[in-house]
C-alpha cells in the first residue's frame, strides 16, 4: 500500500530572515537609486514629494516578499508563493472586530504609560512626531500607505510568511505568534508604537492561526489603521479618550470587557485547529 503524500511545507529561519532583509533593502536602493537619477536628470528630489513614502514603502516590501518567493519558498515547495485569503462567515466578522477594537483601547492605555519627556524620551519623541506630521500631512497618502499598503503588505511579511514559517517548523502556536508580533513591533522603531504593534500583532496572529485566512488580519489591521487616520484627520491625534474627553481608566475597563469576552466567543468558535491546505 502507497503512503500517504506529505505536502511540502517551508520553514522560517535565518535564511528565511536574511531573503526578507536582504529584499527590502535592494527595493529601498533602487528607490534611492531612482531619486538620485531624478535629482541630477530632472532637478526634482523625490524625498520632498507626496509619492516617496508610497514607492518607497511599496518598493522595500515587494522587494522582500520577492526575495524570500524567488530564493527560498520556490526552490522549498516547487511554485510562487501564496496565501489563504478564503472569508469565512459573517459570525466571525461580529467577533473578531470587536475583540480587535478592545485590545486597541488597552494597547492606548499602555502606550500611554511610556515617557514622552527626559533627556532620552522628550527628543525621541519630538523626532517621532515631527515624522508623522510629515507622513499624516496629506490625507490621500495616509489612507493609502497605512489603511491600504501597510496591511496589505506587512500582514503577508509578519503573518503570512514568518509566523506560518515558525509554525511550520513545529514551533508552540503561543510562541510564533508572540514572535511574530514582537518582530512587528521592533520593525516599528519607536517604543509607542513598539507595545501597541505586539499587542495589537498578538491578536493579528491569533486571528491568522484560528482561521487560516490572512484577508482576517489584513482587515483587522486596515481597521485599526482607519480608525487612528480618522482621529488624526480630525483632531491631530490618535487617541480615543483625548478626541472624545474620557478617562484613559474607562477606555481601558471597556477594552479589557470587549477583548476578554469576545475572545472568549472566538476561542470556543475555533476551538479545533483546522489544517491550512
Known amino acids: 500500500m502507497e503512503g500517504k503524500s506529505v505536502a511540502k511545507k517551508y520553514i522560517f529561519d535565518g535564511k528565511g530572515a536574511l531573503a526578507l532583509v536582504s529584499g527590502f533593502m535592494a527595493g529601498s536602493f533602487l528607490v534611492a537609486i531612482l531619486n538620485v537619477i531624478s535629482v541630477f536628470a530632472f532637478n526634482v528630489n523625490m524625498q520632498y514629494q507626496d509619492y516617496y513614502l508610497i514607492v518607497a514603502n511599496a518598493a522595500g516590501f515587494m522587494g522582500a516578499i520577492f526575495a524570500f518567493d524567488y530564493f527560498i519558498y520556490r526552490p522549498k515547495i516547487g511554485k510562487k508563493l501564496n496565501f489563504n485569503m478564503s472569508s469565512p462567515n459573517l459570525m466571525t466578522y461580529l467577533l473578531i472586530f470587536p475583540m480587535m477594537f478592545g485590545m486597541m483601547l488597552i494597547a492606548e492605555f499602555t502606550t500611554s504609560l511610556i515617557p514622552i519627556t527626559g533627556p532620552f524620551f522628550g527628543e525621541y519623541y519630538q523626532y517621532f ?21 501597510a496591511p496589505v503588505f506587512e500582514e503577508i511579511v509578519f503573518r503570512g510568511i514568518i509566523m506560518k514559517g515558525l509554525l511550520n517548523k513545529g514551533m508552540k502556536p503561543k510562541t510564533a505568534i508572540i514572535i511574530s508580533a514582537v518582530v512587528f513591533g521592533l520593525v516599528h522603531a519607536n517604543p509607542w508604537q513598539f507595545v501597541g504593534a505586539v499587542l495589537l500583532g498578538s491578536v493579528l496572529g491569533l486571528v491568522y492561526y484560528k482561521t487560516k485566512s490572512l484577508l482576517l488580519p489584513i482587515l483587522l489591521h486596515a481597521f485599526n489603521n482607519l480608525c487612528s487616520s480618522i482621529l488624526i484627520f480630525y483632531n491631530k491625534t490618535e487617541s480615543f479618550a483625548d478626541t472624545f474627553q474620557v478617562s484613559e481608566w474607562l477606555l481601558l475597563g471597556l477594552g479589557i470587557v470587549l477583548f476578554t469576552t469576545f475572545y472568549i466567543l472566538f476561542s470556543k468558535k475555533y476551538r479545533v485547529h483546522y489544517i491550512e491546505n
Do not use: F, H, Q, Y
Not at 489612507?143 to 499598503?149: G, N, S, Y
Open 129 to 149: 512626531t515631527d515624522l508623522m506630521a510629515k507622513m499624516t500631512s496629506n490625507k490621500a497618502t495616509l489612507i493609502l500607505l497605512a489603511v491600504i499598503m
